[in-house]
């Protein structure tokens, strides 16, 4: 099974008072996804866009990664119920085109792909037959955002 992450690491308690924070109204269907709840935003619905680093500060060598880049992500303005992992890929990742990419215990790429949405379990079990790879991170193919973290099921 796969343990699916939002927000592997943690936003700040306000995050719309964040110098880089922007409101942005959803105007469409499937452009908005919140990485609280991977849901996407509804039209109507206001989201947070923000600056994110998903990656942890200090990587088991001591030394930062040279992948140790942030991110754009919307979040809901409104809270949301952060999502809970029953073990499936979300549906918010089914339905898009992803970059998946797996590091090990340094935060160092050591594999990836680029995969539609629906084939995303299979990659990620594929990419994790390496004993090297300690989680992957999985980005939206086209913006090249973040998207979530996966690690091994227990």
């Given at each position: ?7 592997p ?22 452009a ?6 991977l849901?996407?935003?509804l ?28 991110s ?46 629906e ?18 991170f ?6 090249g ?6 690690d091994r099921?227990?």
């Amino acid at each position: 099974m796969l343990q699916f992450t939002p927000l592997p690491t943690s936003l700040p308690q306000s995050p719309e008072s964040m110098v880089d924070t922007h409101v942005k109204p959803v105007t469409h269907h499937n452009a908005f996804p919140c990485r609280n709840c991977l849901q996407d935003g509804l039209p109507g619905e206001e989201m947070l866009l923000l600056h994110y680093n998903p990656f942890s500060p200090s990587p088991s060598s001591g030394c930062a990664s040279p992948y140790t880049v942030p991110s754009p992500i919307f979040i809901h303005r409104n809270p949301c119920p952060k999502y809970q992992c029953d073990g499936s890929v979300p549906e918010q990742q089914r339905k898009r085109l992803l970059a998946v990419r797996a590091y090990d215990a340094d935060q160092m790429m050591v594999g990836f792909a680029v995969v539609k949405g629906e084939e995303l379990g299979q990659k990620a079990e594929e990419l994790f037959e390496d004993e090297g790879v300690r989680f992957l991170f999985v980005y939206y193919a086209g913006p090249g955002c973040f998207a979530v973290r996966i690690d091994r099921g227990e």
